[in-house]
């Protein structure tokens, strides 16, 4: 069992990439030799996917570096770029298939093969088990390009419902209605789109610093609360570095305290908090005198 958050969020990059591959080989077959536009849709976006995990390995990889003298503050940052580039394989994926399927969707072909459904059935259990899994591990280690790495399984998830739905009307409804599979296509790449900013936005607030850490900060003044020689906490920012967070904190004293055992007071609690709290990595705390 993984130990660390690096650990755990590296096994599940991996599985997703080997998952993404025999997935993008299944499709790609089923969608040939089954006659159905909406299975190479998905195909299209599973490649896309095993190539967006790998970057997530590497930006994992990366941020997991400890800090040093150009990046004092370590290398997290990398994460949300990672997102960023996650959610560009997305919407390029997302495009290619509204083009192909408005393509399709105006040209006559033949009804998808019967067995496809079959396919897709697997397909979709697998690709949720997959997106629980782990949306799971991002959530354990705060990694946002994890998290990104998740709703590519649970888009791919989608996309494979729709193209089971369009499969379906196809083959119940018959002749005329062939491209049932191509509009299913087509709504599944708008879904994907949408899914581009549900990923886009919190990767955007981490870059940009934005306050979304409420219940950290609950947690840092409550912890505060229990080292000896704290009365009380006034300012608590806290920032998103990858998988930790960086956190400047005020804490108030006895007046009368001398300089050396405030500066005690202050140690202990970093030290404290970081063993409470092992998602907290850089500590900045200030001290106030009681007045």
């Not at 990672?82 to 192909?100: D, M, N, P, R, W």
């Amino acid at each position: 069992m993984a130990n660390t958050p690096e650990e755990k969020a590296l096994k599940a990059t991996y599985f997703s990439i080997f998952g993404n591959i025999g997935l993008a080989v299944t499709k790609w077959l089923a969608g040939f030799f089954g006659n159905s536009y909406a299975l190479i849709a998905d195909a299209i976006e599973s490649t896309t996917d095993i190539f967006a995990s790998l970057f997530v390995l590497l930006g994992i990889k990366y941020a997991s570096r400890p800090a040093d003298k150009n990046h004092p503050y370590g290398h997290g940052r990398i994460e949300p770029l990672i997102t960023f580039l996650v959610v560009g394989f997305l919407i390029i994926s997302a495009t290619l298939i509204a083009y192909e399927s408005i393509k399709k969707i105006r040209t006559p072909h033949e009804l998808p093969r019967t067995w496809t459904l079959i396919v897709l059935g697997v397909i979709i259990i697998w690709k949720e088990a997959s997106y629980q899994i782990v949306i799971r591990r991002s959530k354990e280690t705060n990694s946002s390009s994890l998290k990104a790495d998740a709703w590519h399984h649970r888009s791919d998830a989608i996309t494979s419902v729709a193209a089971f739905i369009g499969i379906s009307i196809a083959l119940i409804l018959g002749k005329g209605y062939e491209s049932a599979d191509d509009w299913a296509a087509l709504f599944a790449s708008g879904f994907i789109l949408y899914n581009c900013y549900l990923i886009f936005r919190p990767a955007l607030s981490e870059i940009m610093d934005e306050n979304l850490y409420d219940h950290v900060i609950d947690t840092i003044r409550e912890k505060s609360l229990e080292v000896k020689g704290v009365i009380d906490t006034e300012k608590c920012f806290v920032r998103k570095a990858g998988m930790k967070f960086h956190v400047d904190l005020h804490i108030v004293v006895d007046a009368n305290m001398t300089v050396k055992d405030g500066h005690t007071v202050a140690h202990n609690l970093k030290d404290y908090l970081q063993t409470q709290m092992p998602e907290l990595e850089q500590i900045l705390i200030h001290v106030e005198p009681h007045e």
